[in-house]
């Protein structure tokens, strides 16, 4: 692991329950293109199957699977880290909660997912591939809770992330050991007793545009309370498989 991977969000899979209708919304809104793997003992249930990478032009940076049984259709993002197994030790003390023990992904690295206080899955990696931190097709994670809270302790103990002392209408810009751009608790609330969620943010050449070609295939407004402003440039959908999603501008000179 490299000092810049550390506490980086490096990747994110996709479960969905109709893997072609995904891979050609995401085509169509971002322009991604894909590989297809065959996995000899796959992560998610065993057994030979194809995985799918998700790639903006070079840059490798997400995978997309048919829902495994027992899960639920959605992005999860992967978090950086030296050793999951320690990592994944610490969670239940942070007051977290562990939905599957580190597992190793043959040639990929090892994982787990785990829950943080307020109910928001996220995955726990130590990648062993060549992959760069994808920065070109994702940018800053979006945190969306049922309200300001921000369970802010269990993300510094765990991956050194560092929290911005200052609000911009009430979000929490979060930064990695290193000082760089990580994540954005959202100026959003889900309905009354939904669980909070990270939600990925995809880079396109324009918002305005990528929001009107994503809901001429299917797409919708996630169900947020957000101001107009915020929703405008910040726009939190829904695919058609019903995975949140959100947008933001692809810079030309991002590397």
């Known amino acids: 692991m490299t000092q810049s991977k550390a506490g980086q969000i490096v990747w994110h899979d996709l479960f969905t329950s109709a893997r072609a209708c995904s891979m050609a919304f995401y085509q169509h809104l971002a322009n991604w293109t894909y590989e297809v793997e065959r996995a000899t003992d796959f992560a998610w249930g065993g057994g030979e199957k194809n995985f799918v990478l998700a790639l903006s032009d070079d840059e490798v940076g997400a995978g997309l699977a048919e829902t495994p049984l027992g899960k639920e259709n959605g ?101 990695g050991p290193w000082g760089d751009l990580v994540a954005i608790q959202h100026a959003a609330k889900w309905p009354t007793g939904s669980n909070a969620a990270w939600v990925p943010c995809i880079k396109v050449a324009s918002v305005s545009d990528a929001s009107r070609a994503a809901e001429t295939k299917g797409a919708r407004p996630a169900s947020v309370d957000v101001n107009e402003a915020v929703q405008a440039h910040k726009p939190i959908l829904c695919d058609p498989d019903g995975a949140p999603f959100a947008l933001g501008v692809k810079q030309t000179n991002t590397s």
């Open 75 to 175: 992005w999860i993002a992967y978090i950086e880290v030296p050793d999951v197994d320690v990592a994944v030790k610490r969670v239940e003390t942070l007051g977290g909660e562990v939905v599957r023990e580190p597992f190793e992904v043959p040639g990929v690295g090892r994982n787990a997912l785990i829950r943080d206080p307020l109910g928001a899955l996220v995955g726990v990696s130590l990648s062993r591939h060549d992959f760069p931190v994808p920065r070109r097709q994702f940018g800053p994670e979006m945190y969306v809770s049922n309200g300001n809270d921000f369970p802010q302790a269990f993300y510094v103990e765990l991956f050194g992330w560092q929290v911005s002392p200052e609000r911009d209408k009430d979000c929490v810009t979060l930064f």
